[in-house]
């Protein structure tokens, strides 16, 4: 069963534009949702994240938007640079039971110069 | 302040070998998880631990140990490696509440 989807699975934006990607979860137990950025050959880094009691949270070009009544939340990359080319994960913590991650599918962007 | 530190970062093991992939953090971290990360399938949750002395088994645990005896060091044992487990392994960390995890950069394992 997996607790958080995402989509989509690649992306392809021209630099300058707007990269989105979308997360939908199931568990209302969850309460903190981080992103993660992953290089190739590297591992996954925290970009941003957010508490569920929130529903934007902007640093530099990027902004998670969080829909808790829909269960739904996404990245926005604004500005996107070739440089942001990368897999962009979203995941959900439960604080209460054992502070697991649980991750979503993983969208590979790529940002055309 | 290095973060989470794995060992090795590359290794080939012949079928049923085993081995154990390190990890410390230095962060003083109650939580540490293992995840492996395969092509398609994303990340999955290996075993985890809510501090020294407690683990737990994650989405796939079959195949792997894990001890932890330090807050500092969290091993990921391979009992009788299989061609299955050739995967990148990562460990990280968390300090709870509103936190992430750190990652650390990950173990190339191959199995033969």
């Known amino acids: 069963q997996q607790q958080v989807k995402q989509s989509p699975q690649s992306l392809i934006v021209q630099k300058g534009g707007i990269s989105i990607i979308n997360c939908a979860y199931e568990n209302t137990a969850f309460d903190y949702f981080p992103w993660y950025q992953q290089f190739p050959g590297k591992g996954p880094a925290l970009l941003i994240a957010?508490?569920?009691?929130?529903s934007e949270k902007k640093e530099g070009r990027f902004t998670i938007s969080f829909n808790k009544s829909a269960k739904q939340f996404s990245l926005h990359i604004m500005d996107s640079q070739p440089g942001d080319s990368a897999t962009y994960f979203c995941a959900a913590i439960r604080n209460n039971a054992g502070n697991m991650l649980t991750f979503g599918g993983g969208t590979r962007l790529m940002v055309k110069p | 302040n290095a973060g989470v530190t794995q060992t090795p970062k590359f290794q080939v093991l012949k079928t049923g070998q085993s081995m154990t992939l390190q990890c410390a953090q230095d962060m003083n971290h109650e939580y540490m998880s293992w995840y492996r990360q395969d092509p398609g399938m994303g990340l999955r949750l290996i075993h985890y631990?809510?501090?020294?002395?407690?683990?737990d088994q994650g989405e796939v645990p079959n195949g792997y140990n894990v001890s932890r005896s330090t807050t500092e060091d969290f091993p990921l044992r391979l009992l009788s490696a299989a061609p299955s487990q050739t995967s990148v392994y990562f460990c990280?960390?968390?300090?709870?509440?509103?936190?992430?995890?750190?990652f650390g950069s990950g173990t190339r394992l191959t199995v033969v």
């Open positions: 990280a960390s968390r300090q709870g509440g509103y936190y992430g995890y750190t």
């Open positions: 631990s809510v501090g020294a002395g407690i683990t």
């Open positions: 957010i508490r569920p009691d929130v």
